[in-house]
């Protein structure tokens, strides 16, 4: 089988999951070991997960789905993705290949800088104590990057020094220390910690305070990535809407999230559903992702949307995304997990930052789709449909008749368990 290299793969989820998994194989010029992996046969084993773990009793198995269609910075590329929620993935290359009419996805994003921070208390004066730890920045910057191994040698490392005096805290007069650190390719949580550890006594000795939490902040916005595209209006329309209708719809949808945080909460859960896939897939930190950008959507005092859409002068829809994203392709789990180790081939990942551009373009693609179901047919129809295959497992389908039992069930509109074990008896007695 000859696979093209274009991310554009019509009918591909019409194939068999062994076809399917042949073209991903050849895409990615996957080892026959890397194949098993991504069939489920090899992958993350229970002596591995032991070492990953405290505790461990076994291994957790999610579906792993191939997102399609992606044109990014006009490179065609095959997005791997675990989630358990149906419709998502489909959904996301639905939206890409619209986003493909209009050039793919333009991305870009910030060095791969992380901050630390150090608490410290029982100050004198909170500003004396901040001018001593600036008067000794470059003493302090010196003396991390002497322990900074091989970050440092690939040109990371401690950049920077800021300090935020607060003289009213219900404790006392309080000063925040920022280390910035550049990673590199690293997701950097490791490096940041080891870092303001290490540095914690000197703080101690210059300021004369007491040094209480020393740890790294999830909110990374000095390490965002942004997406941006645009859609054709004329790809847009429907039997029911013209496409310049659809547009109105999606921005009028995406200014509602934009002043009303309820809106917003699920608008950029909606993100979430594509970014924290691809995060899982590449045994990355979601939980830092996750509250790094849900803080990043408050920043100005109001929770509010990470997309913003408009129509430009030619009537066609556009959209960007900008959010913090601390990935890594070096250490922790992505190193460990070989499923992990396996989109990162997939996709080709050259660098954490390739990877977070990624990561963010399938969340400007997620958000769209959503927002288009919501503002057309709505969103429970798409995805009822797709939870109908749940649904039609759950309740004892055999694989053979899964089809059938979902088709009936979506004719009839009762997409619901009892409504699938009567068919299923009813083929039962039939058979």
């Known amino acids: 089988m000859t696979v093209e290299h274009t991310s554009r793969l019509p009918g591909f989820y019409k194939?068999?999951?062994?076809?399917?998994?042949?073209?991903?194989?050849?895409?990615?010029?996957?080892?026959?070991?890397?194949?098993?992996?991504?069939?489920?046969?090899?992958?993350?084993?229970?002596?591995?997960?032991?070492?990953?773990?405290?505790?461990?009793?076994?291994?957790?198995?999610?579906?792993?789905?191939?997102?399609?269609?992606?044109?990014?910075?006009?490179?065609?590329?095959?997005?791997?993705?675990?989630?358990?929620?149906?419709?998502v993935v489909a959904a996301v290359s639905n939206a890409a290949r619209l986003f493909r009419a209009g050039g793919g996805f333009t991305t870009s994003?910030?060095?791969?800088?992380?901050?630390?921070?150090?608490?410290?208390?029982?100050?004198?004066?909170?500003?004396?104590a901040a001018g001593k730890v600036m008067a000794e920045k470059?003493?302090?910057?010196?003396?991390?990057?002497?322990?900074?191994?091989?970050?440092v040698k690939s040109g990371g490392g401690a950049k920077d020094i800021?300090?935020?005096?607060?003289?009213?805290?219900?404790?006392?007069?309080?000063?925040?220390?920022?280390?910035?650190?550049?990673?590199?390719?690293?997701m950097g949580a490791n490096a940041i910690n080891t870092a303001v550890e290490h540095i914690a006594p000197r703080i101690t000795e210059i300021t004369g305070g007491r040094v209480v939490l020393r740890i790294l902040s999830n909110l990374t916005?000095?390490?965002?990535?942004?997406?941006?595209?645009?859609?054709?209006?004329?790809?847009l329309a429907t039997e029911a809407m013209s496409g310049d209708e659809v547009v109105r719809a999606v921005?009028?949808?995406?200014?509602?999230?934009?002043?009303?945080?309820?809106?917003?909460?699920?608008?950029?859960?909606?993100?979430?559903?594509?970014?924290?896939?691809?995060?899982?897939?590449?045994?990355?930190?979601?939980?830092?992702?996750?509250?790094?950008?849900?803080a990043y959507a408050a920043r100005n005092g109001q929770y509010s949307s990470l997309t913003r859409w408009w129509q430009d002068a030619d009537g066609n829809l556009r959209g960007e995304i900008e959010m913090p994203l601390a990935?890594?392709?070096?250490?922790?789990?992505?190193?460990?997990?070989?499923?992990?180790?396996?989109?990162?081939?997939?996709?080709?990942?050259?660098?954490?930052r390739q990877l977070a551009e990624i990561v963010v373009s399938v969340g400007l693609a997620q958000n769209f789709a959503a927002m288009r179901a919501l503002a057309t047919e709505g969103i429970q129809r798409g995805h009822m449909e797709m939870h109908a295959r749940q649904i039609a497992v759950a309740a004892g389908s055999p694989p053979e008749w899964v089809a059938r039992v979902v088709q009936q069930m979506i004719d009839e509109?009762?997409?619901?368990?009892?409504?699938?074990?009567?068919?299923?008896?009813e083929l039962q007695n039939h058979t």
């Open 221 to 235: 916005d000095r390490r965002k990535a942004r997406a941006s595209g645009m859609i054709p209006a004329a790809e």
């Open 327 to 352: 990935v890594g392709i070096v250490g922790g789990a992505t190193r460990v997990h070989p499923t992990a180790q396996l989109a990162l081939k997939i996709m080709r990942i050259q660098s954490a």
């Open 109 to 128: 994003s910030d060095e791969p800088i992380m901050i630390g921070q150090l608490q410290v208390l029982d100050l004198d004066d909170v500003y004396v």
């Open 251 to 294: 921005v009028e949808a995406g200014v509602f999230a934009e002043v009303d945080p309820y809106r917003a909460a699920t608008h950029n859960k909606g993100i979430m559903n594509g970014v924290d896939a691809v995060i899982i897939a590449t045994g990355n930190d979601w939980r830092a992702v996750e509250a790094g950008a849900h």
């Open 162 to 186: 800021e300090v935020r005096p607060m003289p009213k805290t219900s404790v006392g007069g309080m000063l925040i220390v920022h280390l910035l650190y550049d990673t590199r390719d690293a």
């Open 413 to 425: 509109k009762n997409i619901r368990p009892e409504r699938a074990r009567a068919i299923i008896n």
């Open 15 to 87: 194939r068999l999951l062994a076809e399917r998994a042949a073209i991903v194989a050849q895409w990615g010029d996957l080892s026959p070991a890397e194949q098993s992996a991504l069939l489920g046969i090899g992958g993350l084993s229970a002596a591995q997960a032991d070492h990953m773990i405290e505790n461990a009793v076994g291994v957790y198995a999610l579906p792993l789905g191939i997102a399609t269609n992606f044109l990014i910075n006009d490179q065609d590329i095959l997005i791997p993705m675990v989630i358990e929620e149906p419709s």
């Open 138 to 151: 470059a003493n302090l910057l010196a003396e991390i990057n002497r322990i900074g191994g091989s970050i």
